[in-house]
Each structure stands twice: as structure tokens, then as C-alpha cells.
């Protein structure tokens, strides 16, 4: 069965679409055949991120409308075999997502043999959101280090056990990673944001991973390229690892305590 995971944060631009590109191209690397669904209609980022924008002809509303099949909307990434892209649409119309049709598109996915689905969630905790959600086996709560994205995520956790398909079948509970990005931990010793303790402490579920506030990710997505691929970059190697913690792997936490400057440094500047 095909592991159906959403990206989701309840708080907009906290860096959703960058985790699903990273997270699914990692998958993917790794030998894990995966596809990645972008269910922000209308703003279509993904594919920019993922940089196959140009080639995307039908998208995930065709297939809901019965306009494409699912092969023909999905792209084979130019990176890797096993990563397939589901791209939005740029319609305005959010109610194109029905419940019975992402079911199917999910159901056909895990017929194609797809091992994981990473649904991309719009911020908010609206349709479009909702629906990325509802179908969800797994999910990587995507917080920044301040208060308002932490109380969103709680608010999305609290969504997840009681909304969820899962929470209204009475399965068990829909799984829960908290992912921190865009942690800067200089600016948490001088106190001007949470620690990932304080994270922790608020919404107290299992940490997936801690990526650094990190130019590589601004560079990475002009260039249409996932930061997982820049091997030398602080979040390339972040990411890395909450992949491999996401397949089972043990690795340390990295990027997390501030880079001490080393006296001559300090003394001469640098
Ligand atoms: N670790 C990081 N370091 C620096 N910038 C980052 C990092 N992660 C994300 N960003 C930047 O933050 C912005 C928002 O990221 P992204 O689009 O992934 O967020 P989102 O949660 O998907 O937003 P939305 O809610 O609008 O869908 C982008 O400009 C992205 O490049
Ligand atoms: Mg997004």
C-alpha cells in the first residue's frame, strides 16, 4: 500500500511546497517510487520548484474532470525515474476537488505501484486544504520557529484526529512528523525565536527533522532545482535526513546549535 503523506501547516509560506519538492525528490533518489500532488489550485508552485513547469500539458483537475487520464497529467521528473508530478491547475475554481475524485486519483496511484504520495497542502485550513489532509495515512507538520506558525500547526494537529478519514473511521490515528524549517539558530540564542525544545514542548509530537533558514533553498528554487540535490548545502544535507528518518533510518539532528566563531574570527572579524 502506498504510504499518503501531507505537507501541511495551517500558516502560509512556512515552506510547504519547498519540503514536498525536497522530500519527494529524496524519496525518490533513494530508490522509492514516488509521486508528489500539488493541491494549491490556482498558485501552481510545485512544478516551479520541481522546474517542470514547461511541461506540464493536463493537470490534476483534467483528471478530476474526466478531461486527461491520470497517466497523461502525471510527469516523470527530468531528475529521477521514480519521481512522477501531479501538477494544480491554474483554474480559480477551488471546488473542483471533490472527495470521491481524490479518492480515485489516490486509489489509481497505489494501483501504478506508487510506494509514497506526497500531497503538497495549501496554507489555511480551507477545501483545498482539507482535502489534501482527508485521505492522509501520514503527516509532516511544517513549523517555523515562531509563535504564530507553531499555533497554526496545533490547530492543524487538533484537524488531523478529529477530521481526518482516519479520525472518522475510527482507524487509527493519521501519523504526525514535525518538521521544522527555516531555523536559524544564532537568532535563537539571542532569543528572538523558539528553540526547537519550546517546539517540541507546545506540540509534542515526533520530530522528522530541522532544516536552517539557508540561501542554498532560495538559490535551489530559482533554479527549478530541489535543495535535496545540492549535496554541499546546510538544507540539502537537512533535508537528506528527514528522509532517511522518514524511511526508518536513525541519523543526529544537524544544524540545530549555532556555529561558534573561533577567537581569531571573533578578534579579527570574519
Ligand atoms: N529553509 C529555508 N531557508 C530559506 N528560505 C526558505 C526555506 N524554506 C522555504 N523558504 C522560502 O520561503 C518561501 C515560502 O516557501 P514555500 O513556498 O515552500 O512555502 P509554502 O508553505 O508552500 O507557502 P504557501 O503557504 O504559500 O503554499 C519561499 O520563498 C522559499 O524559498
Ligand atoms: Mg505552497
Not at 483537475?61 to 521528473?77: F, R, T, Y
Not at 506558525?149 to 487509527?172: F, N, P, W
Request: hydrophobic share 40%; glycine share 8%; aromatic share 4%.
Amino acid at each position: 500500500m502506498a504510504r499518503i503523506i501531507v505537507v501541511t501547516s495551517g500558516k502560509g509560506g512556512v515552506g510547504k511546497t519547498t519540503s514536498s519538492a525536497a522530500i519527494a525528490s529524496g524519496l525518490a533518489l533513494a530508490g522509492h517510487k514516488t509521486a508528489v500532488i500539488d493541491f494549491d489550485i490556482g498558485l501552481r508552485n510545485l512544478d516551479l520548484i520541481l522546474g517542470c513547469e514547461r511541461r506540464v500539458v493536463y493537470d490534476f483537475v483534467n483528471v478530476l474532470n474526466g478531461e486527461a487520464s491520470l497517466q497523461q497529467a502525471l510527469i516523470k521528473d527530468k531528475r529521477s525515474e521514480n519521481l512522477f508530478i501531479l501538477p494544480a491547475s491554474q483554474t480559480r475554481d477551488k471546488d473542483a476537488l471533490t472527495m470521491e475524485g481524490v479518492q480515485q486519483v489516490l486509489s489509481e496511484l497505489d494501483q501504478l505501484g506508487f510506494e509514497f504520495v506526497i500531497c503538497d497542502s495549501p496554507a489555511g485550513i480551507e477545501h483545498g486544504a482539507m482535502m489534501a489532509l482527508y485521505f492522509a495515512d501520514e503527516a509532516i507538520i511544517t513549523t517555523n520557529p515562531e509563535v504564530s506558525s507553531v499555533r497554526d500547526s496545533d490547530r492543524i494537529l487538533g484537524i488531523l484526529d478529529a477530521k481526518s478519514k482516519r479520525a472518522e473511521k475510527g482507524l487509527e490515528p493519521v501519523k504526525q512528523h514535525l518538521l521544522i524549517t527555516r531555523y536559524n539558530p544564532s537568532r535563537v540564542d539571542a532569543g528572538e525565536m523558539l528553540s526547537v525544545d519550546d517546539i517540541l514542548e507546545i506540540l509534542n509530537i515526533p520530530l522528522l527533522g530541522v532544516i536552517p533558514e539557508s540561501q542554498s533553498v532560495l538559490n535551489a528554487s530559482n533554479k527549478g532545482v530541489p535543495v535535496v540535490f545540492e549535496e554541499q548545502a546546510d538544507a540539502g544535507q537537512a533535508y537528506q535526513d528527514a528522509v532517511a528518518r522518514l524511511v526508518g533510518e536513525d541519523k543526529p539532528m544537524r544544524y540545530v546549535k549555532a556555529e561558534k566563531k573561533s577567537l581569531l574570527k571573533r578578534i579579527f572579524g570574519g
